[in-house]
């Protein structure tokens, strides 16, 4: 019996009168377990990459990673194995509350911002379709809601509920190599995740040229698939100094500026990890965050606190790597130079910064230096 086949048994409840919305909801939950076996095989490549050819993965960190991983997979569909009887009484029961009647309750997802389900209602009034439902279901399940309504037979309605997203975040970076060279030991990544959260990331890589700039890139991508298996950041980042230490024979160290951006909710949170300020510009007014931490590799699975702000609709993020920060004794002109030019396309601004602290150190690029400008921003 193929894998596929028994996976899908196994998840598949074995009882009498199954529903469709039962199968087609845990063949959703069996895509998924294996987009993340895919994943997985991702970030054993990458974590192979960072400790080069000549190394082997510790057995303890390939087993804590795999395990880490595995078990939040595993929940994830537990989780989201839903009793589909519960979840379809809970459906009416949310309807019925606003006096209306619900049959043929279909459910294909409940993964948070991947909801998807259907159901029929009879004679809805015009206040319940014009808003009262959508607040109801939002709250019900704690998201963004997108709600079509559709004619069906005898004076009912079928409605179709699924996740929408309200919010995006645009990005522009600017990079230049320690005396004007193409490459830089500064990486970025900018990774959109299923669950409608945003991850900006800038890495330093200690030194510069090619060396540096291939650490600090797999380092991302590391980072990347461990937070793709919800991983916690302190955990994710736990992993990566453990791989760091075993091939840390040079001292070799490198930053972490994480900003995990939730779209929907509109939170973004900040870790720093012996990386530079970074910058908030609402309206006019610029706001920045700091907070101290070693560096990647200097302690094993060290973690370091957290900064959260609640976002609105224009903000902007600015992060940048220290050979922007170092060219200004008083960072606070480049603080009035984010503010000045809060007008401009992301990218346009994000170059426009890197020129101007170039400008600032006599056009002397004693380092490497980069800049990352995120725009948080309503979806028309």
């Known amino acids: 019996m193929g894998i596929a086949k028994r996976v899908k048994e ?20 069996v895509s998924q377990f294996f987009v993340q076996l895919v994943n997985f095989q991702h970030l054993i490549k990458s974590m192979n990459d960072f400790v080069g050819e000549e190394k082997q993965i510790r057995s303890a960190t390939l087993l804590e990673g795999f395990d880490l991983c595995l078990k939040k997979t595993i929940e994830k569909m537990m989780d989201n194995r839903f009793d589909v009887e519960a979840q379809t009484e809970r459906v009416k029961t949310c309807v019925e509350h606003l006096g209306a009647r619900v049959e043929e309750v279909k459910i294909k997802s409940l993964y948070p911002r991947l909801l998807k389900l259907s159901f029929v209602m009879d004679k809805p009034t015009t206040a319940l379709l014009d808003g009262n439902l959508k607040k109801e279901l939002e709250t019900l399940f704690d998201e963004s809601l997108k709600i079509d309504v559709r004619k069906a037979r005898h004076k009912k309605v079928r409605v179709e509920v699924k996740s929408t997203r309200s919010f995006k975040v645009e990005h522009g970076v600017a990079y230049v190599g320690k005396n004007n060279s193409k490459v830089t ?55 990566l100094a453990d791989l760091k230490q075993q091939t840390n024979t040079e001292e070799r160290f490198f930053s972490l500026d994480l900003c995990l951006i939730d779209k929907e909710k509109g939170r973004a949170q900040f870790y720093k990890y012996a990386s530079t300020s970074t910058f908030i510009l609402r309206g006019k007014s610029v706001g920045r965050i700091e907070m101290s931490g070693l560096p990647i590799g200097a302690l094993e699975g060290d973690e370091v606190d957290k900064v959260e702000i609640d976002l609105e609709p224009g903000d902007l993020i600015v992060m940048c790597s220290d050979g922007i920060v170092d060219v200004f004794p008083d960072v606070s002109l480049f603080e009035r130079r984010i503010a000045k030019n809060c007008d401009l396309e992301i990218e346009e601004m994000s170059q426009d910064l890197l020129n101007y602290s170039i400008r600032r150190n006599r056009g002397v690029v004693s380092d490497d230096m980069m800049v990352v400008v995120a725009k948080y921003l309503p979806i028309r």
């Open 10 to 29: 196994t998840m598949v409840p074995r009882q009498e009168g199954i529903v469709a919305s039962t199968q087609q909801l845990n063949r959703y939950v």
């Open 185 to 239: 030991g500064d990486s970025y990544l900018c990774e959109d995740f299923q669950r409608a959260t945003t991850m900006l990331a800038i890495s330093d890589g200690m030194g510069n040229g090619e060396m540096a700039q291939a650490e600090s890139s797999r380092a991302l991508r590391i980072l990347k698939y461990l937070l793709g298996f919800d991983l916690e950041v302190s955990r994710a980042v736990g992993v």
